[in-house]
């Protein structure tokens, strides 16, 4: 009897002593966790902190502000081909002063010129002169005046409606038009002269008849190949 209660007494000493043990483990795993988790805290804080470095925070709490651009194939292409070209490679800057700005071809009735700036009295016995409109080859109506001398506007009143017309600028770049209206007007008739092209590249050519009793009036539109 005696030894069975030293037995259970042994035993009860034994069980403290694996309740503190196992209570000594656990501490010690559960302070190893919370090392670890303060560790990766100051990793991820670090790593915020060098985020916002990069990133200015202040932008994306204005994202409504912000505008991406981004460009599509045929404007990357062309903003190549500008930076390649060089100007008036392959035309004069001026003719006796008056600025260049392109130049004209009509295979149809064999004629090339170029393009000047202005149009006066003195231009238009140089060649054929811009009127208005927009820069060349840009959208909107972009009107040319000649003389009818058969070198310049004489034969464009015997175009037909295809007919194609051909403007180069000054960087040699060159868009195909093709003519599909061709009027008589009163010399006071400015309504081909308009700017409203539905959003298109046109251009109007602009002469006299013969004795200036009319002008001959060509208009074409741009075509894609």
């Not at 010690?28 to 990793?43: D, E, N, R, W």
């Not at 194609?164 to 038009?177: A, H, M, P, S, V």
Request: charged residues 30%; negative net charge; aromatic residues 8%.
């Amino acid at each position: 009897m005696a030894n069975f209660f030293f037995n259970k007494k042994v035993r009860d000493i034994i069980k403290h002593k694996l309740r503190k043990e196992n209570l000594f483990i656990l501490i010690s795993i559960f302070g190893i966790l919370m090392i670890a988790l303060m560790f990766l805290g100051k990793i991820e804080k670090e790593n915020i902190i060098n985020l916002s470095s990069i990133v200015n925070t202040k932008d994306l709490n204005n994202t409504k502000n912000i505008e991406i651009n981004i460009l599509g194939e045929e404007e990357i292409e062309e903003a190549r081909e500008v930076l390649n070209l060089k100007e008036y490679e392959n035309m004069p800057e001026n003719i006796e002063g008056v600025k260049v700005i392109g130049k004209i071809s009509i295979p149809k009735i064999d004629i090339e010129k170029y393009i000047l700036e202005e149009t006066t009295k003195e231009a238009l016995e140089l060649g054929v002169t811009k009127v208005c409109g927009p820069n060349i080859n840009k959208t909107g109506n972009f009107c040319i005046a000649g003389h009818n001398y058969g070198d310049t506007f004489g034969w464009i009143s015997s175009l037909e409606i295809g007919d194609e017309i051909y403007i180069t600028d000054t960087y040699d770049r060159t868009l195909k038009y093709q003519v599909y209206e061709i009027n008589r007007v009163d010399p006071y008739d400015t309504s081909s002269l308009s700017q409203d092209t539905n959003g298109e590249k046109e251009i109007t050519l602009i002469t006299c008849t013969f004795g200036a009793a009319k002008r001959v009036i060509v208009k074409a539109v741009e075509i894609y190949d």
